[in-house]
């Protein structure tokens, strides 16, 4: 499996902002989380953050796909890029019908350039040790063990509650605690009541040692990659669902997405029997190669997590400001979107920016700006999630290649999210304070943003509608 060890010397040669005196709790140490927590360090805020959590697991998780937009930002923290390229699996990338037909590829993925698809191909566990491991060399403290119920704010200041009664205080308390936070009791929106609806599928998923696979030839024929030095990440498009299988000579990940059933639970620890994934594959006459990736997982380590829809919240701050979301707890994405750690990422640059700008007199005005300047991008973000999930279940092979063209478009990869906040601040700010207008330029050229709703999707009003603006 994958076994990274991370140091970072090199993490006290940082340059800091300027102490601006103001405390930030961070609620989760997960990505989004610990990756603002490091950005406001830099920033010269006092960080503290709170982790569930008793210790991370190692190998839960799949790869995932941080984009261009963030790749930059990793040149402030000295040490981390390089941390970064010694997890990037260099992934060679390859789209298939279920049954085995290259529809496109294989093709190299870029790493940045601002162009469409642009990112690094990390492994989720992995990248999260890296960025609490820099922390660490920071000095910033990561408590862990500490699961928080409560949220609070009284215009003073912001506050959260564990589980065991414990009280944490700050000037402003993130929460980065994924879907379910609890802070969605002091961040409201209407007509919210923070629950999902179905959107009809769930994930099986396993990530396993690629040892035993490897020793049936077709298997190492089909997904190791014939690329020096690079990973296998190929797209099965099928009849009723789709899979993402990543490979390298180490490691083996499937994500294979199937119908929703009655008992798939959206926890990420709901564990499955390798019966139901390969009963799936069979009906739909999978490759067998697929079905001999599937029998060679442990089966302790296959699970089964559904896929839930969520409308767009344009609200992520509690009444006085005190409380702000962040990453999950403010915009949940469908895997198929392929950046959803990547905004998460973004919202930690542009937060910790915001705080530095306002001072800590106008911490309100601060988290006003920031959810100014993030919601209509990922909400924008988001929607990719859905249309690349149309395009990828029950679409003909002869329709399939017009499909796959820029999945993850170059005004995601593109962005600068700490220039942008800079840039942007002012004008926001001014906006909010005078009741005047503004308008947002880092979603799609061109685009005119308007509300919109899972129901959408579902009703397939979304796929009638021409979009505006150019998404590539």
Known sequence: MLD?????????????YPASGINVLIVGGGLGGLFAAINCYRKGHNVKVLESAKEYDSTNGGFIRIGGSVLDSLDNFPGLRAAFEVMDQNAVYTVLTHDGDTVLG???????GGVSNAGMNVHRSSLNRCLYEYAAALGIEVAFGTRITEYHDDGEKGSCVSKTGERFEADVVVAADGIGSRSAEVVRNEGEEGKGKSSGYAAYRCTYSAEEAYKDPNIKNRFLSKTPGAGAMNLWLAPHGYAVIFTND??????IIHPDTDDVSERWDHKTAKSSVLS??????????????????????IYDWRLMFRNPKPNWLSPHGRVVQLGDAAHTFLPSSGNGATQALEDGICLASCLQLAGRGQIPLAGRVYNLLRFQRTS???????????NWIGVKKDEAKARMRNQVGSWITSHDPEKYTYEKYGVAARALVTGGSFENDNIPPGHKYQPWSMEDFLSGKADREAETGDWS
């Open 4 to 16: 990274y060890t991370f140091d970072f010397p090199s993490a006290s040669q940082l340059k800091r």
């Open 250 to 255: 180490d490691v083996v990940n499937f994500h």
């Open 280 to 301: 799936y594959i069979a009906h739909d006459s999978w490759h067998p190669d697929v079905t001999s990736l599937v029998n060679a997982a442990p089966e302790e380590n």
């Open 106 to 112: 294989p093709i190299v993925m870029p790493k940045g």
């Open 380 to 390: 924008c973000a988001q929607k990719i999630g859905f249309k690349n999930r149309n």
